[in-house]
């Protein structure tokens, strides 16, 4: 399984947003975006 897609069923199964799931990792909302969808 791919990173981006982990990261996606952790932040689900937590019914956490990709905003939310940020703050607690302390990076941007947008850089989960791109994990998420495999753009780095």
Do not use: P
């Amino acid at each position: 399984m791919e990173i981006g897609k982990q990261i996606k069923k952790y932040r689900s199964e937590l019914s956490l947003s990709q905003e939310e799931f940020a703050d607690k990792i302390y990076v941007t909302r947008q850089t989960v975006s791109n994990w998420e969808n495999d753009k780095s």
